[in-house]
């Protein structure tokens, strides 16, 4: 007896060169526009779900799939699809990473002509009948600076084509390394350097807590009035209120947006701006990558429901009970480890230094350097990280990962280190699990014990130890109305090098931040949100 097919629902338009790949080893049915709740109905009788970005698959829909195997976005992004659901249900998800890289590249370099030229205004003048050449007056893009944030896929593949273009490159990924970025033809800078350089700048970097409304009033008030900016890359990375009136005020030449905070967008203060373009959402919308991303999927499904392993899992494969049982917390500290260690460290990234200490390290720690490596990469691309493919990733920046196991540990069962070394030195953060919590016990040379919790703002100083110090920064906290829930010193000796950690319930303001920076004995002065 044959065995019996699986079945495969795809609700959102993909190209027929995935389809017919699947119909030659599945069945398929292609219902595309549900609702929610008519998805929830049917999902039970399907092996797999293959969206875009129009189907939001939901909590609700994963747990409707008590079938279902894996669940394939045709594209890049992973937004739409409630990871942590499918994962916590046993199903693989997949994307196709690669498969638009090119197209929304090619988009990025189309908006940054149009801008120059002013092409789609010119274009709607001369269907008015109205002859107005001299209104239009454009710029060379030769010579000009272009600043690209986010030097991943696509914004490596701008920079190439850009250079064609005879274009100064500059650029901010501090995960990617100095060499890496040179053979791109991009030298590296720092956020305010960049703007204040740019003739034109670019945004190739995913939508999180730590990039939303990167870029704003206060940098909109750094850069040259004859900026043009792009977003090819997600909505909700530009503060759509500032950019309309820098705009306004002559201090942003124009925009080009493809990209929106909520899709489909079809009111926005954007549209009544004659100096910003808007195209709806078509940085993929090419057949070549439409055949690329259907085909990827595709290929992964039929090879996943054969046993073999998926090339673009975004969640992480099959990890035995016990191991997941004795690794999950360290996971989850992994990740908070990386957030701190990436917003304290300064400079480019050369070398990330893992280290397991105690009883994890007596387990298969891949896991853990997944989470290492996707944690650091959070906040400056879209590339998912999973066992499979951590080192790849870290290979294509140029960073090296080492690991280090130590079956002892001096103060805990267990402890995770992870050091990153840039051009500018090196910076340490160590974790452990007590009383099932994740505590941060090391910062560089100092040891303390703070237990991060959600919601809560931490400001780290390096300051000398003296008498009066701390008296100082509660006073201007005070000042600022900022409630300190707990205090961490570490010192190196007495009157010695010391670093002073704040938990409080609000964020202190820069002002505040500046005046505790001009205490005397201060040295550095850092607000991180965990």
Same mark, same amino acid.
């Given at each position: 007896?044959?065995?019996?097919?699986?079945?495969?629902?795809?609700?959102?338009?993909?190209?027929?060169?995935?389809?017919?790949?699947?119909?030659?080893?599945?069945?398929?049915?292609?219902?595309?526009? &549900?609702?929610?709740?008519?998805?929830?109905?049917?999902?039970?009788?399907?092996?797999?779900?293959?969206?875009?970005?129009?189907?939001?698959? /939901?909590?609700?829909?994963?747990?409707?799939?008590?079938?279902?195997?894996?669940?394939?976005?045709?594209?890049?992004?992973?937004?739409?699809?409630? $990871?942590?659901?499918?994962?916590?249900?046993?199903?693989?998800?997949?994307?196709?990473?690669?498969?638009?890289?090119?197209?929304?590249?090619?988009?990025?370099?189309?908006?940054? &002509?149009?801008?120059?030229?002013?092409?789609?205004?010119?274009?709607?003048?001369?269907?008015?009948?109205?002859?107005?050449?001299?209104?239009?007056?454009?710029?060379? &893009?030769?010579?000009?600076?272009?600043?690209?944030?986010?030097?991943?896929?696509?914004?490596?593949?701008?920079?190439?084509?850009?250079?064609?273009?005879?274009?100064?490159?500059?650029?901010?990924?501090?995960? $990617?390394?100095?060499?890496?970025?040179?053979?791109?033809?991009? /030298?590296?800078?720092?956020?305010?350097?960049?703007?204040?350089?740019?003739?034109?700048?670019?945004?190739?970097?995913?939508?999180?807590?730590?990039?939303?409304? &990167?870029? @704003?009033?206060?940098?909109?008030?750094?850069?040259?009035?004859?900026?043009?900016?792009?977003?090819?890359?997600?909505?909700?990375?530009?503060?759509?209120?500032?950019?309309?009136?820098?705009?306004?005020?002559?201090?942003?030449?124009?925009?080009?947006?493809?990209?929106?905070?909520?899709?489909?967008?079809?009111?926005?203060?954007?549209?009544?701006?004659?100096?910003?373009?808007?195209?709806?959402?078509?940085?993929?919308?090419?057949?070549?990558?439409?055949?690329? =991303?259907?085909?990827?999927?595709?290929?992964?499904?039929?090879?996943?429901?054969? @046993?073999?392993?998926?090339?673009?899992?975004?969640?992480?494969?099959?990890?035995?009970?016990?191991?997941?049982?004795?690794?999950?917390?360290?996971?989850?500290? =992994?990740?908070?480890?990386?957030?701190?260690?990436?917003?304290?460290?300064?400079?480019?990234?050369?070398?990330?230094?893992?280290?397991?200490?105690?009883?994890?390290?007596?387990?298969?720690?891949?896991?853990?350097?997944?989470?290492?490596?996707?944690?650091?990469?959070?906040?400056?691309?879209?590339?998912?990280?999973?066992?499979?493919?951590?080192?790849?990733?870290?290979?294509?920046? @140029?960073?090296?990962?080492?690991?280090?196991?130590?079956?002892?540990?001096?103060?805990?069962?267990?402890?995770? /280190?992870?050091?990153?070394?840039?051009?500018?030195?090196?910076?340490?953060?160590?974790?452990?699990?007590?009383?099932?919590?994740?505590?941060? $016990?090391?910062?560089?040379?100092?040891?303390?014990?703070?237990?991060?919790?959600?919601?809560?703002?931490?400001?780290?100083?390096?300051?000398?130890?003296?008498?009066?110090?701390?008296?100082?920064?509660?006073?201007?906290?005070?000042?600022?109305?900022?409630?300190?829930?707990?205090?961490?010193?570490?010192?190196?000796?007495?009157?010695?090098?010391?670093?002073?950690?704040?938990?409080?319930?609000?964020?202190?303001?820069?002002?505040?931040?500046?005046?505790?920076?001009?205490?005397?004995?201060?040295?550095?002065?850092?607000?991180?949100?965990?």
């Amino acid at each position: 007896m044959a065995d019996k097919k699986k079945k495969v629902l795809i609700t959102d338009p993909i190209s027929e060169e995935g389809i017919d790949i699947l119909l030659k080893n599945t069945q398929v049915d292609i219902k595309d526009g &549900l609702k929610p709740e008519e998805i929830i109905a049917i999902i039970g009788n399907y092996d797999a779900l293959i969206v875009r970005s129009q189907t939001n698959v /939901t909590a609700a829909i994963i747990e409707a799939g008590k079938n279902l195997q894996v669940i394939a976005r045709a594209g890049v992004g992973i937004d739409n699809v409630d $990871v942590e659901a499918a994962t916590r249900c046993g199903i693989v998800v997949i994307n196709a990473p690669t498969g638009n890289t090119v197209s929304a590249a090619e988009h990025a370099i189309a908006l940054i &002509l149009a801008l120059a030229r002013n092409i789609p205004q010119a274009n709607a003048s001369l269907k008015s009948c109205v002859w107005k050449r001299n209104e239009f007056m454009g710029t060379e &893009l030769r010579g000009k600076t272009l600043g690209i944030i986010g030097l991943g896929n696509v914004g490596s593949e701008v920079a190439k084509r850009a250079q064609a273009f005879e274009m100064r490159l500059i650029g901010i990924d501090p995960l $990617v390394s100095v060499d890496y970025a040179q053979k791109l033809g991009v /030298t590296l800078v720092d956020m305010k350097q960049l703007l204040k350089e740019s003739d034109f700048i670019t945004l190739h970097i995913p939508f999180n807590s730590q990039t939303k409304g &990167l870029i @704003g009033a206060k940098e909109l008030a750094m850069v040259k009035p004859n900026v043009r900016i792009v977003n090819c890359a997600r909505g909700g990375l530009i503060d759509d209120n500032a950019l309309v009136k820098a705009i306004h005020e002559k201090k942003v030449a124009g925009a080009a947006i493809d990209v929106f905070e909520k899709e489909p967008c079809t009111e926005s203060i954007l549209f009544g701006e004659p100096n910003i373009i808007v195209t709806p959402h078509l940085g993929a919308s090419t057949t070549e990558a439409q055949v690329l =991303a259907a085909r990827d999927v595709a290929e992964q499904i039929v090879d996943i429901f054969k @046993g073999l392993p998926a090339r673009a899992a975004i969640n992480v494969p099959y990890i035995p009970s016990e191991t997941l049982t004795a690794l999950a917390p360290y996971m989850k500290l =992994a990740t908070i480890l990386c957030k701190l260690v990436y917003k304290l460290a300064e400079g480019q990234s050369k070398t990330i230094r893992i280290k397991y200490n105690g009883d994890i390290a007596n387990y298969d720690t891949n896991a853990l350097k997944a989470s290492v490596i996707g944690g650091l990469l959070e906040g400056a691309s879209e590339e998912r990280v999973n066992i499979v493919n951590c080192n790849v990733i870290a290979a294509k920046r @140029g960073l090296t990962i080492i690991e280090e196991k130590e079956a002892t540990c001096a103060n805990y069962a267990s402890l995770l /280190t992870v050091e990153i070394i840039t051009t500018k030195g090196s910076w340490t953060v160590a974790g452990t699990i007590m009383h099932n919590d994740s505590h941060i $016990v090391r910062i560089n040379d100092y040891w303390l014990d703070i237990v991060p919790t959600p919601g809560s703002y931490f400001l780290f100083s390096d300051h000398r130890d003296r008498p009066g110090l701390i008296g100082a920064v509660g006073k201007i906290t005070g000042d600022a109305n900022v409630n300190i829930s707990s205090m961490h010193l570490g010192r190196l000796k007495q009157r010695g090098q010391a670093m002073l950690v704040l938990s409080m319930d609000e964020p202190l303001t820069e002002k505040a931040q500046q005046e505790i920076l001009a205490i005397p004995d201060v040295f550095s002065v850092k607000l991180v949100a965990l």
